[in-house]
């Protein structure tokens, strides 16, 4: 099924083989979209991911083509809002003016009230929230006048319950499904839909097995949640069969609780 041919695509976020930002970029890719992605390796080589390799962008590149569509991809530090006019222009120079944003970037460390500062706060606000609210705001002014933009953001479950010990990622992925709701009222009159995604926990690399094992009773349908689960919902999302859908908070969790 080819229900994005001829789109371009921009997914944030995508530098690990395991992550959701690469199972976006096949799922999309296999619909034939065309796609740009971009990583920030730094931030999964502090994190510790396993699976963080710095030529993984280029080996995900070349699968991507192989699909059929054209691919391309950028280091891009979202927190510089410097860099969001010379990555759409990228884009456009590259593989043309773009149809679907996906923002997939974020920055989560664990932070409880008695390490909260300003000082680890300010990296969750800067990619978070504000990477995700200007480079969504700059998407939208490129492609004024075309039909059927998309904008699509990852939220995590912030109105489903508190999230203690997650405290600076929750305020900003909260702050994130807020600002998707007002933004897609103001866009829609230009035909641009804006949703949100909440994937609920997915195995990513991030699990350890006690995690695994304490999270997968809260799984009805008796399994972890995939990155292509959500990879899923965000085609449908990006195609001209979700015209009418916009200011969703959508939670694929596989009624996770």
Known sequence: MNRLQNKTAIVTGTSRPNGIGAAICR???NQGA???????????????F???????????????RESGVR???????????????ELLDQVCSELGV???????????????FMTLDADNLDPHY????RGTALLSTAFAKRIDGREGGRIINLTSGQDRGPM?????YAATKGAVSAFTVSLAAELA?????????????????????EIEAHLLPRFPMGRIGKPEDAAKLIAFLASDDAAWITGQIIHSDGGFR
């Open 27 to 29: 799922e999309l890719a």
């Open 34 to 48: 065309n796609i740009f992605f971009t990583h920030y390796t730094n931030y999964d080589h502090q994190l510790g």
């Open 50 to 64: 396993s699976d963080a390799d710095r030529g993984y962008p280029d080996r995900l590149a070349e699968e991507l």
């Open 71 to 85: 691919a391309s991809h950028a280091s891009v530090d979202l927190s510089d809002p410097s860099t969001l006019a």
């Open 98 to 112: 773009p149809d679907i944003l996906v923002n997939n970037a974020t920055h989560s460390i664990d932070i409880d």
């Open 126 to 129: 800067h990619v978070n929230l």
């Open 164 to 168: 203690p010990g997650n405290l600076a």
């Open 189 to 209: 009159s230009r035909h641009i839909t804006v949703n949100a995604v909440d994937p609920g926990p997915t195995a990513t690399g991030w699990m350890t097995p």
